[in-house]
């Protein structure tokens, strides 16, 4: 059981945009940085959104970040079959004094 | 180009002790804003924290594993290491090592930017 809670899957066509959902609480997302992280299959994660809404070089602005409250949203934007992937937000956590995952959610374009 | 590069064997006994090594390359382990953790993924599971280290040996551990983790750092090497002692089936997953970096003002950001490719440990008899 993740501390953050996100959907399992996601989909969308080619082009459309898509929004994955994490859902924590006033410990976590409440009172800290949102981060998220793009894994291929068999591959390491990758981080694609730090800080809310911060790119790393090299990351398209397809990508993008929020928060509200104690949940966050990552979208993307012009949906790619590239795309396909494990998407993981995370955040610390003060109650329990450590970075804490969300479940991951798998992007599927349909 | 910097690169993370975990090794260590991927088979260990219940009870034992998992023993894995990050060997960073291209980067500089004792430029004092970094900080080096590891992220464990069992087979089919999402990410779980273990710990972090700076390049000065200053430690954080995950409370759920704390009493059964020791990181340390050898800089000379450019290595960090990992034990995880009384290993279950539960510990069966891929470890990663990575970077997260902090402040000028020693702030520590959590978002770990370089990662390695990991490597499967597996927990049985």
């Known amino acids: 059981q993740s501390v953050l809670t996100q959907p399992p899957s996601a989909s969308g066509t080619p082009g459309q945009r898509v929004t994955i959902s994490c859902s924590g609480s006033?410990?976590?997302?409440?009172?800290?940085?949102v981060n998220w992280y793009q894994q291929f299959p068999g591959t390491a994660p990758k981080l694609l959104i730090y800080n809310y809404n911060q790119r790393p070089s090299g990351v398209p602005d397809r990508f993008s970040g929020s928060k509200s409250g104690t949940s966050a949203s990552l979208a993307i934007s012009g949906l790619q079959s590239d795309d396909e992937a494990d998407y993981y937000c995370?955040?610390?956590?003060?109650?329990?004094?450590?970075?804490?995952f969300g479940g991951g959610t798998t992007v599927t374009v349909l | 180009q910097e690169q993370l590069q975990e090794s260590g064997p991927g088979l260990v006994k219940p009870a034992a002790t998992l023993s894995l090594i990050c060997t960073v390359s291209?980067?500089?382990?004792?430029?004092?804003?970094?900080?080096w953790g590891w992220i464990r993924q069992p087979p089919g599971k999402g990410l779980e924290w273990i710990g972090s280290?700076?390049?000065?040996?200053?430690?954080f551990y995950n409370p759920s594993l704390e009493s059964r983790v020791t990181i340390s750092v050898d800089t000379s090497k450019k290595q960090v290491s990992l034990k995880l002692r009384s290993v279950t089936t539960a510990d069966t997953a891929v470890y990663y090592c990575?970077?997260?970096?902090?402040?000028?003002?020693?702030?520590?950001?959590?978002?770990?930017?370089?990662w390695g490719r990991g490597t499967l440990v597996s927990v049985s008899s």
């Open positions: 995370a955040a610390w956590d003060d109650t329990l004094s450590g970075p804490v």
């Open positions: 990575a970077r997260h970096p902090s402040s000028v003002t020693g702030w520590i950001y959590w978002y770990f930017d370089l």
């Open positions: 006033t410990s976590n997302i409440g009172s800290n940085t």
């Open positions: 280290i700076s390049h000065a040996g200053r430690t």
């Open positions: 291209g980067a500089s382990i004792s430029r004092g804003s970094d900080y």
